[in-house]
């Protein structure tokens, strides 16, 4: 096994690219910093030196990348002054009805939907004995324009019309908070 080579303090501090009192500095601050003592000789064994300091610029470099903690309680609080006045505003728009929770959404949506399932297919019904009667495919086309034009409309303004069984009871709300006798 080949003896490792070893180098002075000035000369570690070059190969290094640092200065000799950083070399003490590493010596008095860091116990992993390879170091060999023999009486008040010290030396510097060059490969375990090269890689101590690679690793630490490795390490000095990811620290250096990673954003600051939160050191202070002032920060903490901004932080947390910031949630609160976000989540005041969420209830406050809640309040003025200017959010609409999900359950609410969908229920109107499903609702919506259903009724606009049972029209359309209420159509076959209530259309396919015009259809059949016509003379000719150029007055059935214009038909099937017509009953188009008239669903459409009809769903139009139904759809524009606000629910007043908001609770789905089957009865109109009053806004009182009190049911029907």
Known sequence: MAKEREAS????AEILGC????????????????????????????????????????ADA?????????????????RRAIAEAELAEIEVKKARAQIVDVPTALKEIVRNNTRIASRL???????TPQMVNLPTMAAAAGKLREMTSTILSELQQTGNTVDDDADGDGDEDTGSGEGTA
């Open 9 to 12: 303090r000035e000369e570690i």
């Open 121 to 127: 297919l209420s159509v076959v019904g209530e259309y």
């Open 62 to 78: 990811i620290a250096s990348m990673a954003p600051p903690a939160p050191t202070e309680a002032k920060e903490a609080n901004k």
């Open 19 to 58: 200065t000799v009192r950083t070399i003490t500095n590493y010596i008095r601050q860091h116990e992993d910093f390879p170091v060999r003592v023999r009486g008040n000789n010290r030396t510097f064994p060059i490969a375990r030196c090269v890689a101590w300091k690679i690793r630490r610029d490795i």
